[in-house]
């Protein structure tokens, strides 16, 4: 789960991404899992074997090839279940791009003149 209550959000894309770092899949007696460290903490490994890896177009310009996880986020003590692809977002601004799909699917408004409430 990802507790938005304290962190800044982009909302600029259509999809959404979470920063996380170590990102590699692993083959297991089970079948495959992916390990990530979130927020770049490399001391907090999470691992899942429910995960998608599909190629994307970043900000940049440039194809890549991402992995998404679904997982939850909580936005002023409510959970929402949301897709989120995993990228190294260290040079960007914000940890955390809730997309436009996810806004417009539970019709959630950001105001910009709450500033980080």
């Known amino acids: 789960m990802t507790d938005l209550e ?18 590699y899949e692993a083959e297991t007696a089970a079948g495959k899992v992916l390990h990530f460290s979130p927020f770049d903490h490399p001391e907090m490994v999470k ?4 995960y998608k890896v599909r190629r994307v177009r970043s900000s940049n ?15 002023h003590g409510q959970e929402y279940p949301i897709h989120l692809s995993l990228a190294d ?25 709450r500033n980080n409430q």
Do not use: C, P
């Open 6 to 23: 304290s962190r800044k959000i982009d909302t600029g894309a259509d999809t959404g991404a979470l920063h996380a770092t170590n990102v």
């Open 47 to 50: 691992t899942t074997d429910s």
């Open 61 to 75: 310009g440039q194809a890549e090839q991402r992995y998404y996880i679904d997982t939850v986020v909580r936005i």
């Open 89 to 113: 977002r260290e040079k960007m601004t914000h940890q955390v791009l809730i997309g436009k799909r996810f806004l417009t699917e539970h019709q959630l408004l950001v105001d910009v003149s």
